[in-house]
């Protein structure tokens, strides 16, 4: 069985900004690429940002200068620094997790931006 458990979500004023966490635990084999999608409301899921385990990322072009992925392999856990957060900003935020075991996301946390 695999838990992801994320956090770090919460309401911020536009210009502020969090830290997301997600840390993977359980059965889970060589973690290659951990990322972050989000959900805004009323919209689709999209990507915004990924990483693999060598460290070579990946970012929507709206996070872009702002938002900052990174990984502690040691820790099997993903960051997610956001700064400059707008309210166009607001979504739920999913982590997910691919591995030769199998492909998980977490339950996602709530982000608000407020203007």
């Known amino acids: 069985q695999v838990q992801l458990v994320e956090s770090g979500g919460g309401l911020v004023q536009a210009g502020g900004s969090l830290r997301l966490s997600c840390a993977a635990s359980?059965?889970?084999?060589?973690?290659?690429?951990m990322g972050w999608y989000r959900q805004p409301p009323g919209k689709q899921r999209e990507l915004v940002a990924t990483?693999?385990?060598?460290?070579?990322?990946n970012y929507a072009d709206s996070v872009k200068g702002r938002f900052t992925i990174s990984r502690d392999n040691a820790k099997n856990t993903v960051y997610l620094q956001m700064n400059s957060l707008k309210p166009e900003d607001t979504a739920v935020y999913y982590c997910?997790?691919?591995?030769?075991?199998?492909?998980?996301w977490g339950k996602g946390t709530l982000v608000t931006v407020s203007s």
């Open positions: 997910l997790v691919v591995s030769t075991s199998g492909n998980y």
């Open positions: 359980g059965s889970i084999f060589s973690i290659n690429v």
């Open positions: 990483i693999t385990s060598g460290g070579s990322t």
